[in-house]
């Protein structure tokens, strides 16, 4: 995705329909937000890649399913079908955003993606469902703890990086689904999970990984390995890292609701993922590395990165007491 102006025009209209969505007070302007950052979303997914054509009519035909139903469940609620509408519309906003049981659609479009548009599509696209849902306020313990087990299990046989990020992704979506009943921690989990993805697959768009066996066989430099080690063990929340204060939240959260049973199924899936992340980076920087291990960081970004990550979730723990 070059940002160009029509890609740029596309981007603020993507946006726009976010918000529109957000602060929309009627069902019809929701869903007419939702769309209108569909529409602009497509055009963004194209690029040279040969599976670029096939991800975004996919991705076109599944978002206007999940709309159809939606727009369905509207109108039973305006019928006064009082229980039924609120499982269609569940229904609609889980085929949106990819979670299981709908996740194999995602699966199937991320090897035709960028790395700009995973962003895109992992991140600011599921604002508007997972806010909607929150509306609904039904019981999401259940399709949160699924989520949990199958980001967790599922992305630790996968060969594609991008197919890793998606399950992930999964992984996230089931915190963010436990975390709908306070607003302020959902917000606080999804901002720290869109920052430690953005760096992720910044590095992997400049070393032009696609693959894991690209992370073992090549040389990279040891400053890029250690700083895109650094934001894997971030992202599986890895104290005392950024991404671990994210995690700390909800298992508070949880533990405060008195959701044991998943508070300790979130645990036991941060370490799956987290596992997989170790066993990536210890490959490709100690077994099969020819590099000094004794290499010092001269990179500004690694150093950065390594500052960010292990001393920012140290300043909100201290600015906690204040708010």
């Known amino acids: 995705m070059k940002m160009n102006s029509t890609s740029f025009l596309f981007l603020n209209t993507m946006m726009l329909g976010i918000m529109v969505s957000l602060s929309s007070n009627n069902w019809m302007m929701i869903w007419s937000g939702m769309e209108i950052s569909m529409m602009s979303f497509i055009p963004l997914i194209s690029t040279k890649m040969i599976l670029s054509n096939e991800s ?13 139903i939606m727009m369905l469940g509207v109108m039973m609620m305006m019928m006064s079908f009082n229980e039924v509408y609120k499982s269609i519309l569940m229904i609609s906003l889980i085929i949106k955003t990819g979670m299981f049981p709908f996740q194999n659609w995602v699966m199937t479009i991320v090897e035709g993606m960028s790395y700009q548009s995973l962003f895109l599509l992992f991140s600011m696209l599921k604002i508007p469902p997972i806010t909607v849902l929150s509306y609904l306020n039904p019981n999401l313990e259940m399709f949160s703890l699924i989520n949990l087990l199958v980001g967790g299990i599922l992305g630790l046989n996968q060969t594609s990086i991008r197919k890793m990020l998606a399950y992930s992704s999964v992984f996230n979506m089931g915190f963010m689904l436990a975390a709908t009943k306070s607003v302020s921690v959902w917000f606080t989990y999804f901002m720290i999970y869109s920052f430690m993805l953005y760096m992720i697959l910044y590095s992997l768009a400049k070393l032009n990984v696609n693959f894991i066996n690209q992370m ?36 508070q959260l949880m533990i405060n609701s008195n959701q044991l049973i998943l508070a300790i199924i979130m645990v036991f899936s941060s370490l799956m993922i987290t596992f997989f992340y170790i066993r990536l980076t210890y490959l490709s920087m100690m077994v099969y590395s020819i590099c000094m291990k004794w290499y010092k960081l001269t990179s500004k970004l690694s150093l950065n990165l390594m500052t960010m990550n292990l001393f920012l979730m140290l300043v909100f723990v201290l600015m906690k007491p204040l708010t």
């Open 56 to 68: 975004s009519v996919k991705y076109f035909i599944v978002q206007s399913i999940s709309s159809s």
């Open 216 to 251: 073992i066989i090549n040389e990279f430099n040891m400053n890029s390995k250690i700083q895109l080690w650094i934001n894997m063990l971030s992202l599986g929340g890895m104290p005392p890292m950024l991404g671990f204060l994210s995690k700390m939240l909800v298992l």
